[in-house]
């Protein structure tokens, strides 16, 4: 048994929030860390005030906290982002000449992202890709919408693991558009479940297993109460030292809980 990673714990008293962030990976010039759910990765333009991941982090560094402290922190900075629901890898640069280099990589899309979502619905194919250009919403600030002179967006998709109703897929987005496999499969007729914001609904036991029983006067819970979208896997060379570099994040414990409750009652015969 692999010996449990080590966590930063971060806390945002002010709003009676805490989490405890597994390090995924770390060397001299990268530090690498599983983002929880519900945490934004950077401040949020229309509302500076929500905590969010880097600046909880900065504050770390110059307040000396012990993770930093014992690390020898002095620098941070992400050279991408993961939405506010969306968990996983989320790779940061320990100095100012990895993190130009990241931003290059990233810029030119040179690595290789994949996720995995639970959506609601099946595909046609095995594999399949959506190619649909993305820009702001003019009506709902914050959300992404496909326009005709939007920005180039494309991602492919390869079903995992298929039950009534809903489809493990693996996404592989080829652009950094905001918001894009979420839109990209609610275009499919796909949404991710929890994203009620592109339209996806959550998942109850009490849907898929036969004689549930609720308890009395205690509302049932949905087993994701999260996006169920999460950046599994990171394939990019170091920015350092040119060496191929993966980094890959466990998958959430409710993704987890939600397979095994569709795989017990909710399976597709062979």
């Not at 597994?22 to 500076?48: F, G, I, N, T």
């Not at 969010?52 to 900065?58: E, F, I, P, S, T």
């Not at 466990?250 to 909710?266: G, I, M, N, S, T």
Request: positive net charge.
């Amino acid at each position: 048994m692999k010996p449990a990673p080590p966590v930063i714990r971060l806390s945002a008293p002010a709003h009676g929030l805490s989490w405890a962030v597994p390090v995924l990976y770390e060397d001299e010039h990268l530090l690498a860390l599983d983002k929880p759910a519900r945490l934004l990765s950077s401040p949020d333009r229309y509302d500076p005030a929500r905590p969010n991941l880097m600046r909880l982090l900065h504050e770390g560094v110059a307040a000396g906290r012990p993770w930093a402290a014992s690390r020898g922190l002095t620098y941070l900075a992400n050279a991408h982002r993961l939405d506010f629901e969306t968990t996983g890898v989320f790779l940061l640069a320990k100095c100012r000449d990895a993190l130009v280099v990241l931003a290059n990589h990233f810029g030119s899309e040179i690595p290789k992202k994949y996720y995995v979502a639970l959506a609601q619905g099946r595909p046609a194919a095995e594999t399949f890709s959506v190619e649909k250009p993305l820009a702001a919403d003019r009506y709902h600030p914050g959300l992404m919408r496909i326009a005709r002179h939007g920005k180039k967006s494309a991602t492919e998709f390869r079903i995992l693991e298929s039950f009534p109703g809903h489809t493990l897929l693996e996404a592989q987005p080829h652009t950094g558009r905001t918001h894009q496999i979420r839109v990209h499969l609610k275009h499919a007729g796909l949404p991710i479940l929890g994203d009620r914001t592109y339209g996806g609904g959550l998942l109850y036991l009490s849907s898929l297993k036969p004689g549930y029983r609720q308890r009395p006067a205690v509302p049932e819970r949905p087993l994701i109460a999260s996006m169920a979208l999460h950046a599994w896997r990171l394939e990019l060379p170091h920015p350092v030292t040119g060496g191929a570099l993966c980094i890959e994040a466990p998958w959430p414990r409710e993704l987890q809980v939600a397979l095994k409750y569709l795989r017990r009652f909710a399976s597709i015969p062979a």
